[in-house]
């Protein structure tokens, strides 16, 4: 079973950053593209930003997109979110996402991922 393990999140001033990481087993990262999404209270889990498993192509959601910045890092086994900017709008739990195929790219529907983290909340107060 993949194991996901997110971290970086916290509270924030609007106007501030944070960078989210997410590191998983070398088999995993090498194979899988991946991505991160975010779930509000009372909302459905929505996209945020995919990177494919050669890193050669990016999504970000329009709200996104400009303020934040997906990456990996090979040597790490790990997935970053630097957060540039934030709005109280972006206030969620942020989980990390695995894709269910290993050596394709994904696009943007959560259910083209089958793992996630436990997720790390992001709070932004204005």
């Known amino acids: 079973q993949v194991q996901l393990v997110e971290s970086g999140g916290g509270p924030v001033q609007a106007g501030g950053s944070l960078r989210l990481a997410c590191v998983t087993d070398?088999?995993?990262?090498?194979?899988?593209?991946m991505g991160w999404f975010r779930q509000a209270p009372g909302k459905e889990r929505e996209f945020v930003a995919t990177?494919?498993?050669?890193?050669?192509?990016?999504y970000y959601a329009d709200s996104v997109k400009g303020r934040f910045t997906i990456s990996r890092d090979n040597a790490k086994n790990t997935m970053y979110l630097q957060m540039d900017r934030l709005e109280p709008d972006d206030t969620a739990v942020y989980y990390c996402?695995?894709?269910?195929?290993?050596?394709?790219?994904?696009?943007?529907?959560?259910?083209?991922?089958?793992?996630w983290g436990q997720g790390t909340q992001v709070t932004v107060s204005s």
């Open positions: 990177i494919s498993w050669l890193d050669t192509i990016i």
């Open positions: 070398e088999r995993t990262f090498n194979k899988h593209s």
């Open positions: 996402g695995v894709a269910r195929w290993s050596y394709r790219d994904v696009g943007t529907k959560p259910e083209d991922f089958g793992s």
